[in-house]
Nanobody, 126 residues
């Protein structure tokens, strides 16, 4: 059974950093797209960063390029999001998502992903 569990959210001041983790189970040995999405209060959920576990290629939303880094550890079956230089606009509920498939490049389009975690809250304040 596929399961995604996010951890690492919290409250941080503007300019600070956080590292999110997503523990994935049920995907052993299977290539897939994985990504981080976020939903700010009153807004739709949007893609933040994605990675192909097969090719290692990453894809970022323009708003986080140069500040966020997505990575995946195949040995631990874990997904990470290092977030630096955080701003108030980064506040939201962050979700881990995945879809099995061999893709060289993974979209940030939400509708592509099938499996979702429950989310972890990130709050950035001044």
């Amino acid at each position: 059974q596929v399961q995604l569990v996010e951890t690492g959210g919290g409250s941080v001041q503007v300019g600070g950093s956080l590292r999110l983790s997503c523990a994935a189970s049920g995907y052993t040995g299977v290539s897939r797209c994985m990504g981080w999405f976020r939903q700010a209060p009153g807004k739709e959920r949007q893609g933040v960063a994605t990675i192909s576990t097969g090719s290692g290629r990453t894809n970022y939303a323009d708003s986080v390029k140069g500040r966020f880094t997505i990575s995946h550890d195949n040995t631990k079956n874990a997904l990470y999001l290092q977030m630096d230089s955080l701003t108030a606009d980064d506040t939201g509920l962050y979700y881990c998502a995945a879809k099995i498939g061999v893709e060289l490049y993974c979209t940030t389009r939400e509708g592509y992903y099938v499996d979702w975690g429950q989310g972890t809250q990130v709050t950035v304040s001044s």
